[in-house]
């Protein structure tokens, strides 16, 4: 190895690159004789330190022209390229578990005369879920793990939101995934039964970790419950050293003060703070103030502070609610009298544009539509406070056997933006059960319950609540075809069906949500 270092010392100076930080390429021998290619980065001199380990899909090369996030002179980095993928390409086997590939890296490191014995991982989205892999698998010397952006417990609802086919995330990395499966498992079946179970490994971990994700991030429902099992679950000596923190982000914009057509500053800077704590309390044996931070730190949008406490779930337990009323408005009562349903098109050929996760302006390219029901309060003489789950109870009506309905939670700024902070949808065959599937019968009145998920947001005096309702949210989620048939097939145009929502005395349409 100190050969190989001199051999990149050489390399540096005809590169002129800086003498104190160099990156060398290795292979990391894994168990069935395949080997993974890695980079070694370092700085001089080279002494015994701890390492960040980084399993990466994305190609460990491009890492290479970004920042790395820790300081050379306290660690080593290795990335490494997952098992089937870029360098490590010729390791791939068909349904191997990278666990054991994380496992075998983390020892292979540890041996090493340059370590110390020590090894943290890191990483984000993917990067992040290979860290659980890796933990439930309990190298000895895997001391620490900051997985970020993904959640531990995959299920149903990684895949299917309220029944509704989750096409933008899949489409995203369908190398990832086998789809034709997860479409031909579109209700919550035997199949999904046995995937939760298999995913369900929080009581396995046993060593600290520290997660964090973004309020318009995939899974922050997922990742808060992911949480709590740990807190709970995990090895008893390590449950009061896990933490997590919720910011105003999205999954591709974490700890950036831009999102969308927000601005957030006030959230930039805790979770590089925290990181650098973590490892340096883990890894270093660092007397900071880690264990001082709460369990729990999220961002309260609009009020644009962290809070903080122990349980999630036991935080906001009270619970607000809005009523849909006629003429497009929002009432803290329902109406007197029987009223005028909100009545719209939704035609599959004609889809209401998703646009990203992040709180964008709906108010010109979603709220101008003919097919997307606008309900709105007057100016708001007190701030309204959401920290917890977000919910919408529609009572509706289709001409169809089967259609979605889509929610979106708006926050209106006095300028006249209408800045989307939280969403959901439900298909209808789904409304009772997501296992036990039942056409609607066309004309016929249904309850519907669409989950918006899980937030932290003041909505100031001033400012109105504005939710709004059509039957598609594309390509974020796939279209409905109204025909009741089979759901995703490859080819298909589909109905047009007409919807409505009711808002009466005897049809209690409403937001509701919970708060602290």
Same mark, same amino acid.
């Given at each position: ?11 540096a ?12 390429e ?44 820790f ?67 309990h ?22 939101d ?6 933008g ?7 990832f995934?086998?789809?034709?499966t ?35 991030d ?15 679950k ?10 997590l ?10 700890n950036? &003060? ?17 990181? &650098?704590a ?42 607000g ?7 497009g ?22 889809? /209401? ?10 108010? &010109?390219?979603?709220?101008?539509r003919s ?23 529609l ?10 309905f ?43 319950? /669409? ?13 109105? /609540?504005?939710?709004?309702?059509? $039957? $598609?949210?594309?390509p ?41």
């Amino acid at each position: 190895m100190k050969k190989a270092l001199g051999l990149v010392l050489i390399l540096a100076c005809i590169l002129s690159l800086p003498l104190t930080a160099a990156y060398l390429e290795i292979q990391i021998p894994a168990r069935d004789g395949k080997s993974l290619a890695a980079d070694l980065y370092f700085a001089l001199p080279i002494v015994r330190k701890p390492t960040i380990l980084i399993q990466t899909p994305y190609n460990k090369n491009f890492l290479r022209n970004f920042s790395l996030p820790f300081e050379l002179d306290k660690y080593y980095i290795v990335i490494v390229d997952w098992r089937g993928f870029y360098g490590s390409a010729g390791a791939a086997v068909p349904g191997y578990d990278i666990g054991l590939d994380g496992y075998d890296c983390v020892e292979w490191i540890a041996a090493q005369s340059w370590s110390d014995g020590k090894v943290g991982t890191y990483g984000g989205s993917a990067l992040g879920a290979v860290q659980y892999m890796t933990a439930r698998r309990h190298p000895p010397h895997l001391v620490c793990a900051n997985p970020t952006i993904s959640d531990l417990k995959k299920d149903y609802g990684n895949f299917y939101d309220g029944g509704v086919y989750r096409k933008g995330r899949m489409d995203e990395h369908p190398e990832f995934w086998d789809i034709p499966t997860i479409l031909s498992h579109p209700s919550k079946d035997s199949y999904w039964v046995n995937y939760e179970a298999a995913g369900d490994y929080a009581a396995e971990i046993n060593i600290p970790m520290f997660l964090a994700t973004g309020w318009f991030d995939h899974f922050p429902a997922q990742i808060l419950s992911d949480f709590k099992d740990l807190q709970t679950k995990s090895n008893i000596q390590v449950r009061a050293k896990h933490k997590l923190v919720v910011g105003p982000w999205s999954h591709l914009t974490m700890n950036q &003060a831009r999102q969308g057509d927000m601005s957030y500053p006030e959230a930039v800077g805790l979770l590089e703070t925290m990181t &650098a704590a973590f490892f340096g309390r883990f890894l270093r044996g660092e007397t900071n103030a880690y264990e001082s931070y709460p369990a729990i730190q999220f961002f309260q949008m609009g009020d644009n502070q962290w809070l903080n406490t122990t349980d999630w779930q036991g935080y906001g337990r009270r619970e607000g609610v809005l009523f849909l009323r006629s003429f497009g408005m929002l009432g803290r009562s329902p109406e007197l009298n029987m009223a005028p349903a909100g009545i719209f098109q939704y035609n599959p050929a004609s889809t /209401v544009p998703s646009l990203d996760d992040t709180p964008v302006n709906f108010a &010109a390219l979603v709220e101008n539509r003919s097919d997307v029901l606008v309900y709105a309060t007057p100016a708001l003489s007190q701030p309204l406070k959401i920290q917890g789950g977000v919910k919408a109870v529609l009572c509706v009506f289709s001409d169809r056997l089967d259609t979605d309905f889509a929610v979106w939670l708006c926050d209106v700024l006095p300028d006249g933006r209408s800045i989307r902070m939280a969403q959901g949808i439900q298909r209808l065959r789904y409304r009772s059960s997501l296992s036990q599937p039942e056409l609607a019968t066309p004309g016929q009145m249904c309850s519907i319950t /669409v989950d918006l998920g899980e937030l932290a947001l003041t909505i100031p005096p001033g400012h109105r /609540v504005r939710l709004d309702i059509s $039957s $598609s949210c594309y390509p974020r989620n796939e279209k409905n075809l109204n025909d009741g048939g089979p759901m995703y097939p490859p080819v298909g145009s589909g109905l047009i069906a007409t919807n409505s929502v009711y808002h009466s005395p005897i049809h209690l349409s409403r937001l509701i949500w919970e708060f602290h």
